[in-house]
């Protein structure tokens, strides 16, 4: 009786290998667009990341060269910044009122991603939940 088992051993069906092969693609259907919508949070992240990056930057400048009577442009950033990894569309500027508020004006965009940012504070940044849209204080 052993020996009529082992001689019918013959490998997967193509039915057995169909089977497979339509569990994978379903497996498959079902990655693809979460793994799309990781990749655009954390391009959103990034951007959002850059704005805060910005804001601190124009603490540093505030703490050794004083507050400025306007606006700070990214020219006058750029020092205080390492890389802005190819991030704002156009010039962004921080606008110093008060000793305390600090604001982003500017467009951040990175991949389909696209986030624009009027009048944003740190926490303002931080609250923003969407993958694209304006913050707006």
Request: no cysteine; hydrophobic share 40%; glycine share 8%.
């Amino acid at each position: 009786m052993l020996k009529k088992y082992l001689k019918n051993d013959k490998g997967l069906t193509l039915v057995e290998l169909l089977a497979v092969i339509v569990i994978l693609g379903i497996i498959a259907a079902i990655s693809v667009p979460s793994i799309g919508g990781i990749i655009e949070k954390s391009r959103a992240d990034a951007v959002k990341a850059e704005g805060i990056q910005v804001l601190n930057a124009a603490k540093l400048y505030i703490a050794s060269e004083g507050a400025p009577s306007t606006k700070l442009t990214s020219q006058e950033l750029s020092e205080y910044i390492s890389e802005n990894d190819d991030v704002w569309t156009k010039d962004y500027s921080v606008k110093v009122t008060g000793t305390d508020t600090i604001t982003l004006n500017g467009t951040g965009e990175k991949g389909n991603v696209k986030i624009i940012f009027k009048n944003a504070t740190i926490k303002g940044i931080n609250d923003f939940e969407s993958e694209s849209g304006t913050i707006d204080e």
